[in-house]
């Protein structure tokens, strides 16, 4: 099951083990978060875009009973998260595939209620590449762009369901006017700070596609308290009973 460089690693909590390796990017903070913001159906189906090895996949089987599919083009990470899979015996609700976001119109339009992504980060030509491929196409639009990524998270979410994506606050508003592009209309957002004294490094943004106009901003997710340990919303979801972050506004989001 595992090969000379990989371990299985605990996933936070849940009982779960996920297959990692130093030679390839791991799943970190932000994919774990996404897997806890966006607004998981009790049941139908999910697409996990830019899955890397599985983490956020995984980690929704544990929120939801609806069918879970991730899709990655690099064929080390995707067969990384088709093992775990198989490690954890969560064939029947989880399938993994490796293959080309970009090729989003050979499959059929509106198939799942809801869409995540993860996505590289930085343009190609934003930042220096790092030498290893694998942490390369996890951080630079190498296989795909912001633009790609939305488009494809249109196609296959059906009118009326969801995408989630984290990123980086610095393309906040690239990622919103790309989602209206699409037909994704934007619906809740919260920033993530990693202390309260400083500005946000990640953003938490979920649309609904043919949704009307009417965008929730959610109080400030901040990581780790004065006293440098996780503040006790991320304890909770880390470590604790919360499988979502909080809902901290009850009302119904007109769709």
């Not at 609700?93 to 970009?102: A, V, Y």
């Not at 995408?163 to 619906?187: C, N, S, W, Y």
């Not at 308290?225 to 901290?248: K, N």
């Amino acid at each position: 099951m595992l090969l000379p460089d990989e371990r299985a690693d605990d996933l936070l909590r849940n009982n779960l083990k996920i297959i990692q390796s130093d030679d390839v990017f791991s799943f970190s903070m932000d994919a774990v978060l996404l897997a806890r913001f966006c607004s998981a159906p009790p049941r139908g189906r999910i697409m996990d875009l830019c899955t890397g090895n599985g983490v956020v996949p995984m980690l929704l089987s544990t929120r939801t009973q609806a069918e879970i599919m991730g899709l990655e083009i690099q064929p080390r990470l995707a067969d990384m998260a088709a093992r775990s899979v198989r490690l954890n015996g969560l064939e029947e609700r989880i399938r993994i595939e490796q293959g080309d976001l970009t090729a989003y119109r050979t499959r059929e339009a509106g198939l799942f209620d809801l869409v995540t992504v993860n996505p590289p980060y930085l343009p190609v030509r934003a930042g220096e590449q790092n030498g290893n491929p694998h942490f390369a196409a996890a951080r630079h639009e190498i296989h795909c762009t912001l633009e790609e990524v939305l488009q494809a998270c249109s196609w296959l979410t059906r009118f009326g369901g969801k995408t989630a994506m984290v990123h980086r606050p610095a393309r906040l508003t690239d990622i919103l006017e790309g989602m209206r592009r699409v037909g994704l209309e934007p619906k809740r957002l919260r920033f993530v700070h990693p202390n309260a004294e400083e500005e946000a490094n990640m953003v938490l943004v979920e649309g609904i596609r043919g949704g009307k106009p009417d965008l929730r901003l959610l109080p400030p997710l901040v990581v780790y308290g004065a006293d440098g340990q996780y503040t006790p919303e991320l304890m909770e979801v880390y470590y604790g009973s919360a499988d979502s972050l909080r809902v901290e506004n009850k009302e119904r989001v007109p769709e």
